[in-house]
């Protein structure tokens, strides 16, 4: 109780101070982008607060921060770990701890003050980060594994027990566990914390995550049980293209337990052959098929003290190294949200089925009454046929079943433990009588990663695919960014990562995911500096080196760092991006085209049967050649950021000549390009691959290929980029069409057939009311939903002008029939918001800017006369500078504060 009212206080205070009229307070004070963090695994890490102040034009000068070990010691500012001193710096993200040198199990508490002016604020609240084990000796506990035999699928979860004695009054426990398949821990027979799918995915013959727990109130002083269960997870059965047993051929597990007494003394408890374990009612269980569970074979009180465990076999040390564990670094996998269905029926087949209103990803809690013996089966799926009839034939091999066998002791609920799915439709067998909405609850699960940006307008059914684009990123985001969540494949796919990296990151909190999963990236990427196709990597050493797929090693960070201002991802990524460039340096060779080979090219796109017009393919030669360009040029970048001059100049050199060869190769000199599709101009123009005097050729040229079909023709890897190269280039009103279309292809045509999530392909259920090729045809893939960045940066044009959004614009293109737009994204600095609505002959526009920021701000008028601010004429306004007006545009400085424009057109 202790420990959770002090971090409430920590959550919640803050302290205030003036200067003039201004009053400044701190909030969100994170540590390697978290909140109260009890698992730090680095020895620097980086600390951010945000500022909120009640005057406009509000900016830090310096900062500094203070740390210590105990509470007391840094409120009196004595036996400081860390003192930065009064820093001049008006950042206020990812200051590095530069104290002395960090322990294991150790907590420090923290926190910063401020000059904006002449004034230094009163110092934050303080608030804390305890940090993990930082080396393989701080870990005393051993791997142990079952003692009953594993049999061959389906095999049994196996449990774990072991009670312990605690003598004295206790002041603080932590666990540590971990486990080579995913494991729940129980303490006296209550689950500890809220995380699911746990260790996580990683590349797991390079490393394996640990959790950090506080289970202090979880324990008493005397007698205790600690147990667990372990599940297969992506550890073992995970089949991809008929593998198994990708990475291990047993489960085990290990568990640490750090307790402090209140007399300053302490006690580990550990795993070891001392502890028992059995099989139980969890049968089998597996990602892509479903989980058995016999609820006659509950283990009643199996984790709790005094359990009969008499009859339970041992456990064995396993020799496992323990160098391959690593803290937790993404964000963990929880229950986000429970829905109910919208509709239960039987259909003419005499089928029981349920809609859920929402393709979802996680699993069904069942609440039954019913006989012992009563078997219930749910079998998923996210779309019925046109006759109203259950269709599974997209999801492959995957089974997405749950079997629950009840106990018949009154009312039972049940949960599956290790596995998720990815629905909408739920087919119900053997449920004793008709469910009802009460008998069914849909669990949304997905990495936690909160939801940072909001998207409106005046179009319903714009506004119905940004729900879709949402609850695409969630469905796909649980532990790896995959490429979809029901079918059996389920992998984090390079090529549809890099595509909607962007707009993941303006609508959720994605650096510690993206990091996390980068850093396997860099582990699974091979000797010569090939990156797989899928990070990570369960397809083998042949799945790799694929243009627009490996490139995620470069996108994906450059991103991150742009939305997030965290210099870290590119040091910890160089040489895994540098490595990737010099693989496709060596195969382009002298000639500088990256002509061999397998690449998917641009995956999906446009198709026709006609014979004169087969489709929209683009040469993977170009593509290949082109993405060899952005990555050398984002390399490049990466060097100047990094320091690294000599790198920088030699890379900047090397698109040169990859940019001439490639003009050689596939442009004419009438700026035609080889392949005359939208996304060859669209790469060309993104890439800056066009010599200066064909930039308005290859520009004007993709726009008459828009006007000539009337819709989109990309696959993947232009689908991300096509509406913002048409606004680059002054073509914002074709971008507009594109969105707005609703006839296939298009954005909106999965919309009006009913889609709540993204789907792989533009038809996925064609105009007849078929499907697509079930080998290929999910429908919950938010690769085309990238769209949502142009949304966010050009209809209500928040744009980023230097890393972290410390320096942005926001200019509004009007266009595409809309009446209104707004949106909100909640930056490293602060919320921004931009919004503007078209009343009669006015429009009202209205800008948030966050403390310690500045923006410029482009008033859609063709005057500064024709603009107010908040009442008042432009130059009488507060916290504003007229910087000019052009192409109908009024161009503002203002700083930090809220902002209303009245517009006369």
């Known amino acids: 109780m202790k420990n959770i009212v002090l971090t409430t206080i920590f959550l919640f205070a803050a302290f205030f101070y003036s200067y003039g009229k201004n009053r400044i307070s701190f909030f969100d004070l994170k540590t390697e982008y978290k909140t109260t963090p009890i698992n730090i695994d680095v020895k620097h890490p980086g600390l951010s607060w945000k500022i909120s102040a009640t005057e406009r034009n509000t900016l830090q000068d310096s900062y500094q921060i203070q740390a210590a070990l105990n509470l007391s010691d840094l409120k009196k500012g004595r036996n400081l770990l860390w003192d930065s001193e009064k820093t001049n710096s008006s950042s206020s993200i990812h200051i590095k701890y530069a104290g002395k040198e960090l322990q294991s199990m150790q907590r420090v508490y923290w926190r910063v003050r401020v000059w904006c002016g002449k004034s230094a604020s009163q110092w934050s609240a303080p608030t804390y980060f305890e940090t993990g084990l930082y080396d393989s000796p701080d870990w005393k506990a051993h791997w142990i594994k079952s ?61 394996i995550q640990y959790q950090v727990y506080d289970v202090t109130d979880m324990f008493v002083q005397g007698k205790n049980a600690v147990g667990f269960i372990l599940g297969n997870g992506w550890f073992r059965h995970f089949r991809s293209n008929d593998r198994a047993d990708s990475y291990y051929d047993f489960l085990a597990g290990i568990v640490q337990i750090e307790v402090k007494y209140a007399d300053g003394s302490k006690e580990t408890l550990i795993t070891d052959n001392s502890w028992k374990s059995s099989a139980g009612p969890i049968l089998s269980s597996t990602i892509y098929d479903g989980e058995i569970y016999d609820a006659r074979k ?49 259909n003419d087949k005499g089928e029981v089925l349920a809609d859920m209103g929402q393709n979802m990803v996680g699993w069904i809690k069942l609440t039954v009454k019913g006989d012992k013996g009563t078997k219930i089966s749910l079998r998923h799926a996210e779309v019925l046929d046109k006759n109203g009839h259950f269709y599974t034939e997209n999801l492959r091999a995957a089974d997405q079943l749950l079997e629950y066998t009840m106990k018949g002791e009154g009312e039972e609920v049940y949960e599956p433990h290790f596995t998720f799915m990815g629905f909408r439709y739920l087919l119900i067998e053997g449920f004793p009588g008709m469910p009802t909405a009460d008998n069914i609850t849909g669990v949304v699960v997905h990495s936690r990663i909160p939801v940072t940006g909001n998207f ?70 091979d000797d010569q500096g090939r990156i797989p196709h899928v990070i990570p990597n369960n397809l083998g050493p042949n799945s790799v080196a694929a243009c627009g797929w490996a490139d995620a090693g470069l996108i994906v960070p450059w991103v991150v760092y742009q939305y997030f201002g965290d210099k870290t991802i590119l040091e910890d990524q160089y040489e895994s991006m540098k490595a990737w460039v010099e693989y496709q340096r060596r195969t382009a060779g002298d000639s500088y085209l990256w002509n061999t080979g397998r690449h998917f090219g641009d ?63 596939f442009i004419t000199p009438n700026g035609r390009m080889s392949s005359n599709t939208q996304t060859a101009y669209v790469i060309a123009l993104a890439f800056n691959l066009f010599h200066e005097d064909k930039i308005d050729d290859g520009a004007n040229r993709l726009a008459e290929d828009v006007k000539k079909f009337g819709h989109i023709t990309t696959g993947f890897l232009g689908a991300n980029l096509i509406n913002q190269v048409l606004s680059e280039h002054g073509y914002t009103d074709l971008a507009y069409m594109l969105l707005n279309r609703t006839a296939y292809p298009s954005w909106l045509y999965p919309v009006t057939k009913g889609a709540t999530t993204i789907w792989e392909r533009w038809d996925g259920i064609k105009t007849d009311g078929s499907f697509q090729n079930a080998g290929m045809n ?33 200019r509004p293109e009007l266009g595409g029939d809309l009446t209104y737009a707004r949106a909100s994204f909640n930056s490293m600095y602060g919320m921004i918001k931009s919004s503007w609505e078209i009343k009669g002959d006015k429009i009202n526009m209205s800008v948030s800017v966050p403390a310690n920021t500045i923006s410029t701000v482009y008033v859609p008028a063709s005057s500064e006369h024709k603009v107010k601010e908040g009442g008042s004429s432009l130059s009488d306004a507060e916290g504003i500078k007229i910087l000019g007006s052009d192409n109908g545009y009024v161009e503002l400085e203002v700083g930090s504060g809220e902002y209303n424009f009245m517009i006369e057109k």
Not at 468 to 479: A, L, P, R, T
Not at 487 to 510: H, I, K, S, V
Not at 640 to 653: F, M, V, W
Not at 780 to 802: C, E, F, L, P
């Open 147 to 207: 003692g009953f035999k594993q049999k061959e699928e389906p095999d049994p979860s196996p449990y774990f027990r072991k009670e312990f004695t605690l003598n004295k009054k206790i002041n603080q426990a932590r666990a540590y566990a971990s486990s080579i398949g995913l494991y729940e821990l129980f303490i006296n027979g209550k689950r500890a914390g809220n995380e699911y799918l746990t260790p996580g995915w990683t590349s797991y013959n390079n490393r």
């Open 298 to 346: 509950d283990l009643d009180g199996w984790a709790s003290v005094g359990f009969d465990d008499s009859g339970w076999p041992g456990t064995s040390i396993v020799d496992q190294s323990k160098d391959i564990l690593v803290g937790a670094q993404g964000e963990p996998v929880i229950k986000n949200e429970e829905i109910k269905p919208v509709k239960i029926w039987k």
């Open 456 to 525: 409106e307008c005046s179009n319903g059914l714009i506004n119905q695919l940004q729900h879709n684009i949402q609850w695409g990123q969630k469905g796909n985001f649980v532990d790896v960014p995959t490429d979809c969540p029901q079918r059996d494949e389920r992998l984090g796919w390079t090529g549809d990562a890099q595509a909607f990296a962007p707009t993941a990151c303006f609508n959720m909190y994605t650096p510690a995911f993206y990091k996390k999963w980068l850093k396997d990236l860099a582990l699974d990427q």
């Open 603 to 665: 995956w999906l796109a446009y198709a026709t049967t006609r014979s004169d017009y087969p489709g929209a393919t683009t040469d993977k030669d170009l593509l290949a050649t082109a993405f060899f360009a952005h990555s050398t040029s984002l390399l490049k970048q990466t060097a100047e950021i990094l320091g690294k001059k000599q790198d920088a100049e030699a890379y900047d050199q090397l698109f040169a000549k990859i940019k001439e060869a490639f003009n050689k190769e």
């Open 778 to 810: 999910s429908f919950n893939h938010y690769a085309y939903g990238a769209v949502g960045d142009w949304m966010y940066r050009t209809i209500t044009g928040i744009n980023n002008t230097s890393p972290g959004f410390k320096t942005f614009y926001i």
